[in-house]
């Protein structure tokens, strides 16, 4: 199935979009909810933008969104600290931050991730990425690494969730195969 990739408004689409990520990310309702407030309020700042992936009947198979970094994001005071500390603290000026990648199930392991990272920072003005992965080898962050992205810190504890994550960055633009 051919898919398209472009300019998503996220905010009008903010439901299709979550409902992605949920099945792709194992989200309950709850969790769907509080990311939506997370999403509209993110989508309000300066220099955010998303790109979508669209099947040939018009569903949304993945979504990407970000936005140029700022510190006073509540993202980066989490990882300012482990970063840091890891000394690699500048990575934090001047980036564009990968906010969410997700790719429905049925769709994975196509290249579409791939497809949507390049293009958003593509367009980015900054000289660099960066984005924080479950502290895990999964495919995920296989992607990241082949698209040049490093660890910046690891066993970063984001409140409420579960599991650790890394902090990774890219020079941009990112590397191709």
């Known amino acids: 199935m051919d898919l398209v990739i472009?300019?998503?408004?996220?905010?009008?689409?903010?439901?299709?979009?979550?409902?992605?990520?949920?099945?792709?990310?194992g989200l309950g309702p709850e969790e769907v909810a509080v990311r939506r407030q997370i999403v509209q309020?993110?989508?309000?700042?300066?220099?955010?933008?998303?790109?979508?992936?669209?099947?040939?009947?018009?569903?949304?198979?993945?979504?990407?969104?970000?936005?140029?970094?700022s510190r006073t994001h509540w993202w980066c005071t989490v990882v300012e600290p482990y970063v840091r500390a890891a000394g690699h603290d500048a990575w934090l000026d001047d980036a564009f931050v990968i906010t969410e990648l997700h790719v429905h199930p049925?769709?994975?392991n196509k290249g579409i991730g791939r497809r949507l990272i390049t293009?958003?920072?593509?367009?980015?003005?900054e000289p660099r990425s960066i984005l924080s992965?479950?502290?895990?080898?999964s495919p995920a962050r296989g992607l990241y690494h082949s698209l040049g992205y490093i660890d910046l810190a690891r066993?970063?504890?984001?409140?409420?969730?579960?599991?650790?994550?890394a902090v990774m960055g890219a020079p941009l633009p990112l590397r191709r195969r």
Do not use: C, K
Not at 133 to 137: K, L, P, V, W
């Open 6 to 25: 472009g300019s998503l408004d996220l905010a009008a689409h903010v439901d299709e979009a979550l409902a992605v990520q949920a099945v792709a990310f």
């Open 155 to 165: 066993q970063v504890h984001f409140p409420s969730a579960p599991r650790p994550y």
């Open 106 to 108: 049925d769709h994975q």
């Open 41 to 69: 309020r993110h989508m309000q700042f300066s220099g955010a933008r998303a790109l979508g992936a669209t099947t040939s009947d018009g569903r949304l198979a993945g979504f990407v969104y970000g936005m140029p970094n």
């Open 133 to 137: 992965a479950i502290d895990t080898d």
């Open 119 to 125: 293009a958003i920072t593509d367009s980015a003005t």
